[in-house]
């Protein structure tokens, strides 16, 4: 099966799982869960905006780092810059915080709430250059739009 056929399995999926559950850990434990186990990425979690940093929310994958600043590595600059970013080599990427240093290509997709606010940024990361492409920044999209409107309404 290809990349694009399991997003197209798992969308639904992640839908069921969290259609009528509201809370923010919750819901996004279970879709790090779900999108870690289908895929089996190095590190695929959230990190909530609170105040004017990212913290770490739930996860699967090795221990990360806890605070992230606006504008600070990868994590940080699609939150500022309110849009999916896609990174083929993080050593290439300008400020890059290396959390782990088995990390070598990134995708993070702003979750935003329907004023269009980040609340919270999904990272994910994989041990292999350029492992992300437009077809995870379009199915990746889809997905923080509905845990989105599960979470913030």
């Not at 559950?21 to 895929?39: G, I, K, R, S």
């Not at 609170?50 to 090795?62: A, D, R, S, Y």
């Not at 990390?103 to 979750?111: F, K, L, Y």
């Amino acid at each position: 099966m290809d990349k694009q056929q399991k997003y197209e399995e798992l969308l639904p999926r992640i839908t069921a799982l969290i259609q009528g559950e509201h809370d923010e850990t919750a819901v996004m434990a279970n879709v790090a869960a779900a999108l870690a186990d289908e895929f089996n990425w190095w590190w695929t979690g959230f990190y909530r905006v609170l105040g004017n940093e990212l913290i770490l929310g739930p996860f699967q994958g090795p221990v990360a780092c806890y605070h992230i600043g606006m504008g600070l590595g990868v994590c940080g600059t699609a939150w500022q810059q309110e849009r999916t970013i896609v990174v083929d080599d993080v050593e290439q990427f300008p400020g890059h915080i290396a959390c782990s240093s088995a990390s070598r290509s990134e995708i993070v997709v702003p979750v935003k709430d329907d004023s269009g606010k980040v609340r919270a940024v999904l990272d994910i990361d994989s041990r292999e250059l350029a492992a992300f492409d437009a077809i995870d920044r379009e199915w990746l999209e889809r997905v923080v739009d509905i845990v989105a409107a599960n979470i913030y309404i």
